[in-house]
């Protein structure tokens, strides 16, 4: 463990003051940290545009920044790695654990919850559990999988304020919110607006392979499509009531829309996946679909950048 700790400080010191700002961002400025499995980098970018500190990584399709300053963050499809507010690790986890031996296991989702907990959604196993910081399994709630897939029964899921699940089934095309017990109180089957599906991952490609939601303040739920490449706002009865598609903003397309965030203010920000290097990674717009940030960053990360944290 020492040795590792003596690593990871190394690869995590802060870059050099004079490197040059290699991000750009349109609007009012912000500190971005943000991952890609392309380049296999965690990095925070600084207002300025410049790199502050970088981490090697694998695979990674989930990432929070927690009240005291710490990076929840995975490295690769079973390992969940907590770092404190100085980049060492103090946590981690491994979803081969607690029954998962012999049996193939992703995680796409994790939260820390207020209670301390910490709840991981398993693909393959098709479950979501909470656990306590010594690994130990506290709470085990089964999901509902019609077409199943180690690698993409889901992809990002949150507990609400309430206390249910809100799950992005992508393989499925569905949004399906649980009761602890496991049982579907709510789903939104993700439309494809009537164009047939198409492969790839880019703007090019299109489907109903969900990759996020979540439960807002007035009770709708706000959905990142995956290569639906949208944004919608969904009502408890299904109804379509706002939107952004794919050629809705002047001069940016729209690809792997992945996590999605309704701000204090009103306005809806989002990550803007495989888009390729003529459009922005992360942006921000008003209810009106008026643009007034964004962020762009191909020198640190790549076209596989998937989730991001804006302070």
Not at 25 to 44: C, E
Not at 120 to 126: H, K, L, M, Y
Not at 257 to 274: A, D, S, W
Request: net charge negative.
């Amino acid at each position: 463990m020492r040795t590792l700790l003596i690593a990871l400080v190394l690869l995590t010191a802060p870059v050099h003051a004079e490197a040059p700002p290699t991000a750009v961002q349109t609007g009012t400025p912000h500190r971005v940290i943000a991952a890609d499995s392309s380049k296999k980098t965690l990095a925070s970018i600084a207002p300025d545009g410049r790199v502050e500190w970088r981490l090697p990584i694998g695979a990674i399709h989930d990432l929070h920044l927690l009240p005291d300053g710490h990076i929840l963050y995975q490295d690769g499809w079973t390992r969940i790695v907590e770092l404190d507010a100085r980049r060492r690790p103090i946590w981690d986890y491994n979803a081969k654990r607690n029954g998962n031996a012999g049996r193939t296991v992703e995680v796409h989702a994790f939260e820390r919850l207020p209670d301390g907990m910490t709840m991981i959604v398993e693909s393959g196993p098709a479950r979501i559990i909470e656990i306590d910081r010594e690994g130990s399994v506290m709470r085990e709630v089964p999901l509902t999988v019609t077409t199943r897939s180690a690698h993409s029964d889901t992809r990002n899921a949150r507990k609400t304020t309430a206390g249910t699940y809100l799950v992005a089934h992508e393989k499925d095309g569905v949004v399906r919110e649980y009761d602890p017990t496991g049982k579907v109180i709510w789903e939104f089957d993700v439309p494809l607006f009537d164009k047939p599906p198409k492969g790839g991952h880019g703007p090019e490609a299109f489907g109903d392979q969900v990759y996020s939601a979540v439960r807002l303040a007035n009770g709708n739920t706000l959905i990142g499509t995956g290569n639906g490449h949208a944004v919608l706002e969904v009502t408890p009865a299904q109804e379509i009531v706002w939107k952004i598609e794919q050629h809705d903003l002047p001069g940016i397309t729209l690809a792997w829309v992945t996590q999605v965030e309704r701000l204090p203010n009103g306005n809806t920000r989002f990550v803007n996946c495989h888009a390729g290097p003529d459009n922005p990674q992360i942006i921000e717009v008003t209810p009106d679909k008026q643009v007034v940030w964004t962020f762009k960053d191909f020198t640190t990360f790549g076209n596989s950048l998937p989730v991001a944290v804006v302070q």
